[in-house]
């Protein structure tokens, strides 16, 4: 509420937000993709808890990108923390509880620690690219989405 409102004639959605947008989905895309695979080394349902959680994964950090782009405080929202909180408990008990798993409900199987390890270093390599991106689009553009 600090900033002024947009021009009438500004779009909704900037080149720039468009660009970000297009960038993060491509990325988020290419790396779910790359888990799959490489879940499937082991099972399909491997790689479907691969791809599964690293969307969740993907998506929250995701929220993180858009704050930082805005300069809003990571924790400057404690609902936003709660909700974040939240998604990544149940993640967790879809893929570790063992009644979900007997019932097969979400067909999902447990991560080992070097399957998190993947999905933590595609989450860091997305963080990364995504903020550099985001800086040169704004500066390409000479829009702040």
């Given at each position: 509420m600090s900033r002024k409102p947009r021009?009438?004639?500004?779009?909704i959605m900037t080149r720039a937000m468009i660009a970000n947008v297009v960038i993060t989905?491509?990325?988020i895309c290419v790396f779910t993709l790359f888990l799959f695979?490489?879940?499937?080394?082991?099972?399909?349902?491997?790689?479907?808890?691969?791809?599964f959680t690293s969307l969740v994964v993907f998506e929250?950090?995701?929220v993180f990108m858009i704050r930082s782009q805005?300069?809003?405080?990571?924790?400057?929202?404690?609902?936003?923390?709660?909700?974040?909180?939240?998604?990544l408990g149940l993640?967790?008990?879809?893929?570790?509880l063992p009644l979900?798993?007997?019932?097969?409900?979400?067909?999902t199987t447990p991560l080992m620690m070097v399957d998190w390890m993947y999905i933590l270093f595609t989450?860091?390599?997305?963080?990364?690219?995504?903020?550099t991106a985001a800086k040169i689009v704004s500066r390409v553009t000479q829009q702040h989405d």
């Open positions: 021009p009438k004639n500004e779009p989905g491509i990325m695979n490489y879940g499937l080394n082991e099972s399909p349902m491997k790689a479907q808890t691969m791809a929250v950090v995701r805005y300069k809003i405080g990571i924790f400057s929202n404690k609902y936003l923390i709660l909700a974040i909180s939240a998604s993640q967790i008990l879809v893929v570790y979900l798993g007997v019932l097969n409900v979400f067909h989450t860091a390599l997305m963080l990364v690219i995504g903020l």
